[in-house]
């Protein structure tokens, strides 16, 4: 298989709306997980995750059942299943507005007679049109889709692999739903800074020292897919240390310097996959090493 097959060409602007509408769905389907799921250090009890066939929420808890909701980016399906052998499913196609996804979730879930109860509002997206009246979103492109899973779930398991090298307390590869990317996070054991901020969704993510590392198809602030990795907290002179591979380089972001690698050059590496490794392993040695963590301890 070729390079270009794994990771292909893709711009944001070509599926922009497409994505638009898609980041939407995933935030009904995330909330509705933070919801119900047992509360994690983290936030990791909200997260979704990459599989062979699209993005689940894996098993939530409900009374004395479970149940899962998978988008199948094969089929072009939201399916909805449960701990006792039921089946409910309708498809992803192009014209499926955000409040029409809504509400046949929510249909779905009523006849299984499982809660639906979420805050209805976007979280950080272009819009704050409630997820159950929006109709301005609805473009829903399969090709782009299923590229868009194609190049997460191989980027998920290059991830999975750096995890392993690691014997820090590392969370799941996983899916943040309200910003649509791809992560892994290392910690040192040690507690953060104490933060000068109210936010209960900053206080719990940085509550410990981290080095971040991610994917994500781009936003306003990056116009494209990149990757990128930051440490918590910043560590004065980290934007000196070197990145690897050469197209690797630092960037402000809030403040504070983000190791950034922009999937365009990757894409032209005859090399893809070591690139990545490289791009991981460089920014965790350059966070790690200037924050004092004990790197050869934490070393498989």
């Known amino acids: 298989m ?8 893709f711009p944001l602007a070509e599926w922009l709306d497409t994505k638009e509408t898609l980041h939407r769905y995933f935030q ?8 119900l799921n047992p509360k994690k250090n983290h ?17 939530i808890p409900f009374n004395d059942i479970s149940f899962e909701i998978q988008f199948d980016f094969i089929n072009h399906t939201l399916n909805v299943f449960t701990s006792k052998g039921e089946q409910r499913s309708f498809e992803l196609r192009d014209g499926l507005s955000v409040a029409e996804f809504y509400k046949k979730l929510e249909a779905i879930l009523k006849e299984l007679n499982i809660a639906f109860d979420i805050l209805e509002i976007p979280f950080d997206l272009s819009d704050k049109i409630p997820f159950d009246i929006c109709i301005e979103h609805h473009t829903y492109d399969k090709e782009a889709v299923h590229k868009a899973w194609k190049i997460l779930l191989n980027i998920d398991m290059i991830f999975q692999e750096f995890s392993g090298r690691s014997y820090s307390k590392t969370c799941p590869v996983h899916i943040y739903w309200h910003h649509f990317d791809l992560v892994v996070s290392r910690f040192s054991g040690k507690r953060g800074p104490k933060m000068d901020t ?17 994917f994500w198809f781009g936003d306003d602030t990056i116009k494209e897919p990149a990757f990128y990795s930051y440490t918590y907290p910043s560590p004065e002179g980290i934007d000196q240390e070197p990145l690897q591979p050469n197209t690797a380089k630092w960037q402000d972001s809030n403040g504070s310097p983000m190791a950034l690698l922009l999937y365009n050059d990757l894409i032209k590496s005859d090399h893809p996959k070591q690139q990545i490794l490289d791009f991981l392993e460089s920014s965790y040695q350059a ?9 050869a301890a934490k070393t498989t």
């Open 43 to 59: 936030w990791w009890h909200m997260t979704l995750y990459s599989t062979t066939r699209g993005v689940t929420t894996r098993a």
């Open 198 to 214: 109210t936010s209960q969704v900053e206080l719990e993510a940085y509550s410990h020292e981290m080095i971040s590392f991610g």
């Open 287 to 295: 966070g790690a090493k200037l924050a004092g963590w004990d790197i």
């Open 2 to 9: 070729s390079n270009q097959t794994i990771f292909p060409a």
């Open 28 to 35: 009904i389907v995330g909330k509705l997980r933070l919801s």
